[in-house]
């Protein structure tokens, strides 16, 4: 048995979510069918981390062992000649076999992306989302900074498992390309819906609803009731797990 | 009766061509029933050209007339906030009774885009095409050139109507964007699937598998059989119409 490494992209527009569920397409359900497809034995796919449904990756990471006695790149072929349009493999090395994408991951990056324009853009649609007010992003990049470091992050997300909230935070900014406003986070690890949660909470910033002042205060607060609704899923993208 | 124009873009993945039929979901039907929704009237939606199934516009051009009291501006609201996502108006306003998207048009620019790199990529797949072999650029730059000016287009495409094959180009031009390769082709009119069946051509070009100088001899051949297979519909996009 090999145990390989695989960076994967995918639009997750037609996806219930990466995580294999009883109902509904997924992308480990994608994966998991099509290498059992090359290896022609069941293979189990573990990921860096699970996005929701309609949440894309540039830069998943998983990890699976199979029968494979060929080069690496000639799997990373066939996979890309067998997997939907929307699931692609970037790159596929070998690993020692107690590799893990989830627990070996040092961070990960995520980019929540927004069209900041008056009218929606139909060729835009799946990778932002439109907010036709114009948003401050000064005062968004200022709360951002709130962010950064070591904190108590129950106001923003329940954590996958256990009860630690505690996570660090070591990237937040917004970078501006014309009406696209982008929002880059990393963190050694993510609660559940955090990068949604902040950045619903940033866009309240930036629409004057909240100060700067007022994240520092929800963030201290440690209480989930107090941050702003979840940005929606399809502005944000998984862009690389570091290790 | 108000007649209004409107620039409308679209995202063609899920659309069964722009033009209305019988089965299958229509940008024209969807932009129609809109149309009926908010008018309380059956409104018919001229544009300014026909797009196949799959093939994008960020600039189509439509004209319709409808019973309408209001700004134009809070029609264009209304139709953005009933329109289903991958549809959206750009722009609306008022014009005489007499114009027509299609017939007043005095030239369109479509463009179509090739991802050119050994692997396809998921979060690209819906509006490029992709291509393993490197394409030798400057090859299919020296090709384009040829199909510059008025010339019988026949090898190329049928006419939508009558038989004049006869369309005047005035620029036929590659860009590179990194690995995205973007051709730009501009003519007062086109012929059926004459830009997919030109690209089709010109990669051909790239590939090594024609010279320049064979494009110029298909141009003159004014034999359909004589060029390439269309490209594929996801790398094209009607980009604007000129009046």
């Known amino acids: 048995m090999q145990t390989c490494k ?4 995918y639009d ?3 996806f219930s979510g990466y995580q294999i569920q009883a109902q509904g397409r997924t992308v480990q359900g994608v994966l998991e069918e099509t290498l059992q497809q090359i290896a022609r034995h069941p293979v189990r796919v573990r990921a860096a981390g699970r996005t929701d449904a309609g949440v894309h990756a540039a830069g998943q990471v998983i990890a699976f062992s199979l029968d494979w006695q060929h080069p690496t790149q000639t799997l990373q072929r066939a996979l890309n000649a067998l997997l939907p349009a929307d699931v692609s493999i970037r790159s596929l090395t070998r690993v020692d076999a107690g590799f893990h994408p989830r627990f070996d991951a040092v961070s990960r990056q995520y980019r929540y992306t927004i069209l900041n324009q008056p009218e929606r853009d139909a060729l835009r649609h799946r990778y932002t989302t439109h907010i036709a007010r ?6 968004m990049q200022q ?6 470091g070591t904190h108590n992050f129950a106001s923003f997300g329940k954590p996958p498992q256990g009860n630690n909230t505690v996570r660090c935070v070591t990237q937040a ?4 390309n014309g009406v696209e406003i982008s929002f880059f ?6 609660l559940y819906r955090m990068v949604r949660n902040i950045v619903g909470t940033l866009i309240q910033v930036g629409c004057g609803a909240l100060t700067p002042v007022d994240v520092r ?3 201290q607060a440690k209480d989930r009731s107090k941050a702003g609704a979840p940005a929606l899923a399809n502005g944000l993208c998984l862009m690389k797990v570091n290790y």
Chains 1, 2 share one sequence.
């Open 185 to 190: 986070i990393t963190a050694n690890a993510f």
């Open 6 to 9: 695989a960076v994967v992209a």
């Open 173 to 176: 900014e917004w970078q501006v």
């Open 134 to 139: 114009p948003l401050r992003v000064a005062l």
């Open 217 to 219: 205060d929800i963030l």
């Open 143 to 148: 709360a951002g900074r709130y962010l950064i």
């Open 12 to 14: 997750g527009t037609d």
